[in-house]
């Protein structure tokens, strides 16, 4: 903890100059990049050197060539509105759909990388596995020197890990979805999950009474004997009504039973970005009768009975604002941005549940760090 904390102040202090920072950071991946390539040119074996190239799993289950299903295609996405954090924001996160949902069954079928995307004896990788062909290069399954000794799992198996399989808002939108067609599994599929798990985690999967079928793993390359791909249900952080629906679907009916309140503020402690004078922000919307939370202090069940039950919530760009999932059309949600980290990843869910979503912007200095003005409020 000591380390990585020493790490992230040193970070910080580098991007107080963004000239050098900019050096040192396109240095160090001109350097790894030449070398992760070097040794993909010169591998001679499965181990050494990561993959040659790509392959298309969607194409072979549409020729037929692999048991499986193509769930869909294409679906309806939400106008966004004018002005537009996703617009701002410039990432396509309204372009990016539609993704294709699938799965298909592999036999004996090497998984590589922290993603543990599919690797096949031609050493080509799954394009759907790694984002497809803009992405694709720049995953972790892609880009490696050498794999250690494979573990052979036996059985049935299917994986909820893939690239971006860390934080609440990754697991929520991009991990959990992949479980929506587990019913066409056989029903001693088990589980591969990215550990150790959080409690957030746990929560969620033994709603869904799987826990007991999920094995935590920090491997790098396994061979499975029946292998059932699920797709990832969408790129992250793009407008996805297919996942959100299926969420609400699954997890809806557990929430808490209890009183919540109507209107609330969204504390964030502890975190990277952040508001310089959260606690005057606090004090205001104390002042007007509305609520101040800390989500890390209530359990899953607690927080979807929380923002189910919302007429009105503010809160910083964040992982909390996942939570908009659970909400009613018609709560209005007030979004605090940094100006120098924009995303519309909360706006594409409010769009597609029919929330009334505004943001506003502030200046943040190199930590991504903003003051509210409370008269802006």
Same mark, same amino acid.
């Given at each position: 903890?000591?380390?990585?904390?020493?790490?992230?102040?040193?970070?910080?202090?580098?991007?107080?100059?963004?000239?050098?920072?900019?050096?040192?950071?396109?240095?160090?991946?001109?350097?790894?990049?030449?070398?992760?390539?070097?040794?993909?040119?010169?591998?001679?074996?499965?181990?050494?050197?990561?993959?040659?190239?790509?392959?298309?799993?969607?194409?072979?289950?549409?020729?037929?060539?692999?048991?499986?299903?193509?769930? @869909?295609?294409?679906? $309806? =996405?939400?106008?966004?509105?004018?002005? *537009? %954090? +996703?617009?701002?924001?410039?990432? /396509?996160?309204?372009?990016?759909?539609?993704?294709?949902?699938?799965?298909?069954?592999?036999?004996?079928?090497?998984?590589?990388?922290?993603?543990?995307?599919?690797?096949?004896?031609?050493?080509?990788?799954?394009?759907?596995?790694?984002?497809?062909?803009?992405?694709?290069?720049?995953?972790?399954?892609?880009?490696?020197?050498? @794999?250690?000794?494979? $573990? =052979?799992?036996?059985?049935?198996?299917? *994986? %909820? +890990?893939?690239?971006?399989?860390? /934080?609440?808002?990754?697991?929520?939108?991009?991990?959990?979805?992949?479980?929506?067609?587990?019913?066409?599994?056989?029903?001693?599929?088990?589980?591969?999950?990215?550990?150790?798990?959080?409690?957030?985690?746990?929560?969620?999967?033994?709603?869904?009474?799987?826990?007991?079928?999920?094995?935590?793993?920090?491997?790098?390359? @396994?061979?499975?004997?029946?292998?059932?791909?699920?797709?990832?249900? *969408?790129?992250?952080?793009?407008?996805?009504?297919?996942?959100?629906?299926?969420?609400?679907?699954?997890?809806?009916?557990?929430?808490?039973?209890?009183?919540?309140?109507?209107?609330?503020?969204?504390?964030?402690?502890?975190?990277?970005?952040?508001?310089?004078?959260?606690?005057?922000?606090?004090?205001?919307?104390?002042?007007?009768?509305?609520?101040?939370?800390?989500?890390?202090?209530?359990?899953?069940?607690?927080?979807?009975?929380?923002?189910?039950?919302?007429?009105?919530?503010?809160?910083?760009?964040?992982?909390?604002?996942?939570?908009?999932?659970?909400?009613?059309?018609?709560?209005?949600?007030?979004?605090?941005?940094?100006?120098?980290?924009?995303?519309?990843?909360?706006?594409?869910?409010?769009?597609?549940?029919?929330?009334?979503?505004?943001?506003?912007?502030?200046?943040?200095?190199?930590?991504?760090?903003?003051?509210?003005?409370?008269?802006?409020?």
């Amino acid at each position: 903890m000591a380390e990585s904390s020493a790490t992230l102040s040193l970070l910080g202090r580098l991007k107080s100059y963004p000239i050098l920072y900019a050096v040192i950071r396109w240095g160090w991946r001109f350097l790894s990049t030449l070398v992760i390539e070097a040794s993909r040119k010169l591998g001679i074996s499965i181990r050494f050197g990561g993959p040659r190239g790509f392959y298309s799993g969607l194409a072979e289950l549409e020729r037929g060539s692999v048991p499986g299903r193509l769930v @869909l295609k294409s679906q $309806t =996405l939400p106008i966004i509105p004018i002005p *537009s %954090l +996703i617009d701002l924001a410039n990432m /396509g996160q309204n372009e990016r759909q539609p993704w294709p949902v699938f799965w298909m069954q592999k036999r004996n079928s090497r998984l590589v990388g922290s993603s543990l995307s599919p690797l096949n004896d031609e050493k080509l990788l799954m394009l759907e596995a790694a984002y497809g062909n803009e992405f694709c290069k720049s995953d972790p399954a892609y880009n490696y020197m050498f @794999l250690p000794r494979a $573990t =052979l799992l036996k059985g049935a198996w299917t *994986s %909820l +890990i893939g690239r971006f399989s860390t /934080g609440y808002y990754h697991w929520m939108t991009d991990d959990l979805p992949r479980l929506a067609l587990l019913a066409d599994f056989p029903p001693e599929t088990q589980i591969l999950a990215r550990g150790p798990l959080r409690d957030y985690q746990k929560e969620s999967l033994r709603m869904l009474g799987v826990l007991e079928r999920v094995r935590e793993t920090s491997e790098s390359h @396994l061979i499975v004997e029946d292998y059932y791909f699920s797709s990832p249900t *969408s790129m992250t952080g793009c407008t996805n009504p297919y996942a959100i629906q299926w969420l609400r679907n699954q997890y809806l009916p557990f929430m808490s039973r209890v009183e919540t309140p109507k209107k609330f503020f969204i504390q964030r402690k502890g975190k990277t970005r952040g508001i310089t004078n959260q606690e005057e922000v606090a004090h205001h919307y104390r002042a007007k009768g509305w609520s101040v939370i800390d989500l890390e202090e209530l359990s899953l069940c607690e927080q979807i009975a929380l923002f189910n039950h919302a007429e009105e919530i503010v809160g910083e760009h964040g992982a909390g604002l996942t939570n908009l999932i659970w909400c009613r059309p018609g709560c209005r949600v007030m979004e605090l941005c940094a100006d120098n980290f924009l995303n519309g990843c909360y706006e594409g869910i409010s769009q597609c549940l029919g929330l009334e979503h505004s943001f506003k912007l502030y200046r943040a200095g190199s930590r991504n760090e903003i003051f509210i003005d409370i008269s802006e409020l």
